[in-house]
């Protein structure tokens, strides 16, 4: 079934992979890992991981496919906005590429809703298209489908130009959590979102490095989400930026819902 979710960009989540291992300073306090380790072990654990180790078995975040969740947007009548893989990352080592193609041609036919395919592994999502490219018309990824990656910081910055090299209509970063002032070159990107960490180990948000890609965005006519500020919880800080909520998304989401 369909995962409603408190992530103010989305509407929906969809896993037909969950775990991952930490790849950078924005992995340190995962929400998906302490999910994992808190309330959803045991239904982790049940499944073979990919790499089926004594460890694996034992770990709820080791990298597991789904295929039985496969089905899920063709069940699904309203059109929504799903973001793919809250709980893991599609474009991981271990995903085998069959799966990830199973995933996209998913998501190529029930195409009445729109992806939001986030991954800190921008190469390897880079490769998987170049290779498979037979997928899509015209030799690009249609605009229902957002392809994405995590910029939490300026030596995250390096993964906006592999996402760059993908030929599709709608690519985004998520500068969240933002641990430091960034500065991005935006061309060939189509929206940004920004947001300061939740949780008991919360790093804090300076506004000012929030201002920065506002502006940044602004001058490049590229569409700003503010996801929060931050804090203990996820609601703690509030979501006011300059006292207004920025909620900005690409224009191919009008027309992709049509």
């Not at 592994?121 to 899509?136: K, T, V, Y």
């Not at 935006?186 to 919360?202: K, P, Q, T, Y």
């Not at 940044?216 to 929060?228: E, I, N, Y």
Request: hydrophobic share 40%; aromatic share 10%.
């Amino acid at each position: 079934m369909a995962r409603n979710t408190g992530i103010e960009w989305t509407d929906s989540t969809w896993n037909p992979v969950t775990g991952c291992t930490q790849v950078s300073a924005g992995c340190d306090n995962c929400y998906a890992l302490t999910l994992a380790n808190r309330l959803l072990r045991g239904h982790y654990t049940a499944r073979q991981p990919e790499r089926d180790t004594p460890a694996g078995r034992r770990d709820p975040f080791a990298v597991r496919t789904w295929p039985q969740r496969l089905v899920e947007p063709h069940t699904w009548k309203q059109p929504r906005r799903v973001f793919v893989n809250s709980m893991g990352d599609l474009f991981h080592a271990h995903i085998p590429v069959a799966f990830i193609r199973t995933v996209f041609e998913v998501m190529l036919t029930a195409d009445i809703h729109i992806y939001q395919v986030l991954t800190k592994r921008p190469a390897r999502m880079e490769r998987f298209i170049r290779n498979n490219i037979d997928l899509f018309a015209h030799g690009e990824v249609p605009a229902h489908i957002w392809l994405g990656t995590s910029v939490e910081d300026q030596k995250a910055v390096f993964r906006v130009a592999q996402l760059r090299c993908i030929p599709a209509r709608v690519r985004f970063l998520s500068c969240e959590p933002l641990l430091g002032p960034v500065i991005l070159d935006l061309d060939g990107i189509h929206w940004v979102i920004a947001g300061g960490e939740s949780g008991v180990h919360h790093r804090p948000l300076a506004l000012a490095w929030v201002r920065s890609l506002r502006d940044a965005c602004s001058g490049a006519h590229v569409p700003f989400f503010f996801k929060q500020v931050g804090g203990r919880t996820p609601k703690a800080g509030g979501r006011l930026l300059d006292g207004k909520v920025w909620s900005e998304y690409p224009n191919s989401l009008a027309s992709a819902f049509k």
